[in-house]
């Protein structure tokens, strides 16, 4: 199994571009879920998913739109990229064993950096 | 709301053990994961303990949950320059699939 990949490792915008960073696992994992993790910030959830076509917002989810229509696949996109959003962002997969315990596998991440 | 905190840095000597600790608020945490961030890389699972323990040793990993006080810490015996790395507290509270919620993680400092 690849695990958790993500796309591209790095990336430059410049404020109002748009670019979706890409999620994949092999896996089969029902759950997936994006973070960014900012410098003495520790890691923020952003928007997760409980399953293909299923979605929904975390702490953090301004700016950014996810969608879910495979098991496999859960981009973030950024519609109209600010310096704000400058940060390292990791997706993450995990599978329930009991219903209540999810172990989550993340991804290398993608350093992003609005200008 | 949920709040998870931690320490910025530890430094110990090599050899010796290191001791990170972690306090959380929500009281209906299920689950509380110990994660390893090595520089550039993403997270690393290294342990979690259920609610209902109150401890779990993995060879050199020792996790102690005190419930009452809502206290985690993680202890990592005869620490190597290996072990250099930010770690992440985490906790999973309730049920469902709403992700983790993170400390700001502790940045462990090796000495020679």
């Known amino acids: 199994n690849a695990g958790v990949t993500q796309t591209p490792k790095f990336q430059v915008l410049k404020t109002g571009q748009s670019m979706t960073l890409q999620c994949a696992q092999d896996m089969n994992h029902e759950y997936m879920s994006w973070y960014r993790q900012d410098p003495g910030m520790g890691l923020r959830l952003i928007h997760y998913?409980?399953?293909?076509?299923?979605?929904d917002q975390g702490e953090v989810p301004n700016g950014y739109n996810v969608s879910r229509s495979t098991t496999e696949d859960f981009p973030l996109r950024l519609l109209s990229a600010a310096p704000s959003q400058t940060s390292v962002y990791f997706c993450?997969?995990?599978?329930?064993?009991?219903?209540?315990?999810?172990?989550?596998?993340f991804g290398p991440g993608t350093r992003l950096t609005v200008l | 709301g949920e709040d998870v905190e931690q320490s910025l840095f530890l430094s110990v000597r090599e050899g010796d053990s290191s001791v990170i600790n972690c306090t959380y608020t929500?009281?209906?945490?299920?689950?509380l994961y110990w994660y390893k961030q090595e520089p550039g890389a993403g997270l690393q699972l290294l342990t979690y303990i259920f609610s209902n323990m109150d401890m779990k040793q993995d060879q050199r990993l020792t996790v102690l949950l005190n419930k009452k006080d809502k206290h985690l810490s993680l202890r990592i015996a005869d620490t190597q320059t290996g072990d250099s790395a930010i770690y992440f507290c985490a906790e999973k509270t309730g049920g469902g699939a709403d992700g983790l919620t993170f400390g700001k993680g502790t940045h462990l400092i090796i000495q020679p």
């Open positions: 993450a997969s995990s599978y329930s064993r009991d219903g209540t315990h999810n172990e989550q596998c």
């Open positions: 998913s409980v399953g293909a076509g299923i979605t």
């Open positions: 929500d009281s209906s945490s299920t689950y």
